[in-house]
């Protein structure tokens, strides 16, 4: 049986993101059980009904990726007690031209990091709520609300001896889930 192929989406465009940071770490922990692409959102010009009929190839590329993957793992920060701006334009651009939508049926999981205490639960809150209504497969738990700090990820960026019992089981739990609820 061959590997499942599993896009990751980062919700975050900078460059020092921990949540990219998270991300690739997260990888690392189950790279011989699933095939990882991150998928780049930060190139995708703001989505505009008016590209429905003739698309930009960023929208056409960004489709087609998420397509063509087996399940989705979003890792997101919290901007305002919401989702970051490239996020919801990355969910809006895959979800058109009405009735060509990408995301109908894949199953995803959400996790992310912040500095605070409740990490990125209100993020996720409000992601579940545009993904419910996109219709994909969302892992309702382990929930992955995880607080940035020292020792969460080590020097070689992986994850650190701390979180690693717990992460590695999340991401278990997720590709798990990706198996169970094959796209469709």
Same mark, same amino acid.
């Given at each position: ?8 989406? !980062?919700g975050?465009n900078?460059?020092? =993101? /921990?949540?990219?940071? &998270?991300?690739? %770490? #997260? ?43 087996d399940?989705?793992l979003? !890792? ?5 007690r =919401? /989702?970051?701006a490239? &996020?919801?334009? %990355? #969910?809006?651009?895959?979800s ?16 992310g ?15 579940r ?11 309702a ?10 020792? &969460?990820?080590?020097a ?7 979180s ?12 798990a ?6 796209k469709?």
């Open positions: 049986m061959s590997k499942p192929q599993i896009g990751v989406i !980062v975050s900078s460059k020092t =993101s /921990i949540n990219k940071q &998270l991300a690739l %770490a #997260l990888v690392k922990l189950v790279s011989d059980k699933a095939d990882f692409e991150l998928i780049d959102i930060g190139q995708l010009p703001l989505y505009n009904r008016d590209f429905d009929a003739d698309s930009p190839k960023e929208y056409v590329d960004f489709r087609a990726k998420v397509a063509s993957k399940g989705i979003f !890792v997101t920060p919290e901007h305002n =919401s /989702i970051p490239p &996020l919801k334009n %990355a #969910l809006d651009v895959g058109r031209p009405y009735g060509h939508a990408v995301w109908g049926g894949i199953p995803v999981g959400l996790i990091t912040s500095g605070g205490g409740a990490a990125t639960s209100m993020a996720q809150q409000h992601l709520n545009v993904l419910a209504f996109l219709n994909t497969q969302t892992m738990q382990p929930e992955g609300f995880i607080q940035w700090k020292d020792g &969460l990820l080590n070689n960026g992986e994850v650190g001896e701390g690693h019992k717990f992460l590695t089981g999340w991401m278990e739990q997720f590709l889930w990706v198996n169970k609820h094959p469709g």
